[in-house]
């Protein structure tokens, strides 16, 4: 069963940490992206990568860095957590389009307080 | 850029009957990818069906069709006999075709199938 792995479903960090967030996809996708979701703005892209050590800029991407070393892992990182990143953060990766739709990871729900 | 618009925040359906969620795009690109995805209390995010704007006959996975109108922009998803197991969050996605596949999604419609 193919998967992305996200590596906590819940976490709660203080103001001004450093958090990390990781994904891992088993798939050998090329294709890796991160999105938050939040309650009436959907899902909206921080970063993705389509290959290793290759990075884009999403919709959204300040306050955020990323980092992809190996090809099944993509990680988010932030800087200095803020309360407004409160957020629920969904990992997916794909092949290139049309090869193969998007596999979605189960979510982290980040809370900063 | 491309931007997702749906208009329904919450809609709700009796078992067994038929629901329209609607969605539209705004883009200047002439060939795409449109996607309703489905995301159920567990978070999984599970996709529902897809459509090419190249081709005119609008897709249909089982109870699930859209209804793809290309001028006017507008791609809406019908859920015919509607199930207890459709009560989810229903996302609209716009992937460009020639582009890194990243995707723009919608605000999202929560439906809830009533007994």
């Known amino acids: 069963d193919v998967k992305v792995t996200q590596s906590s479903r819940y976490l709660v960090k203080r103001t001004g940490e450093k958090v990390f967030l990781e994904c891992v996809q088993d798939?050998?996708?090329?294709?890796m992206f991160w999105y938050r979701q939040d309650p009436g703005l959907g899902l909206r892209l921080i970063y993705f990568s389509y290959d290793v050590k290759m990075k884009e800029k999403g919709d959204i991407p300040e306050g955020y860095s990323v980092s992809r070393e190996k090809k099944e892992r993509f990680s988010l990182i932030l800087e200095s957590a803020s309360t407004n990143q409160t957020s629920m953060y969904l990992c997916a990766s794909s092949l290139p389009f049309p090869r193969g739709g998007y596999t979605f990871g189960s979510g982290t729900r980040l809370t900063v307080v | 850029a491309q931007t997702v618009t749906q208009s329904q925040p919450e809609m709700s359906v009796q078992e067994a009957e038929t629901v329209t969620l609607s969605c539209t795009y705004d883009t200047s690109e002439s060939n795409y990818y449109l996607f309703w995805y489905k995301q159920p209390p567990s978070r999984q995010m599970i996709l529902v069906i897809r459509?090419?704007?190249?081709?005119?006959q609008n897709a249909t996975e089982n109870r699930f069709s859209v209804n793809f109108q290309k001028a006017a922009k507008s791609f809406s998803l019908k859920i015919s006999d509607s199930q207890l197991g459709d009560t989810a969050m229903y996302f609209c996605a716009f992937m460009k075709h020639a582009g890194n596949n990243d995707m723009r999604f919608g605000a999202g419609t929560r439906l809830t199938v009533k007994p």
């Open positions: 459509q090419e704007a190249y081709k005119q």
């Open positions: 798939m050998d996708h090329e294709n």
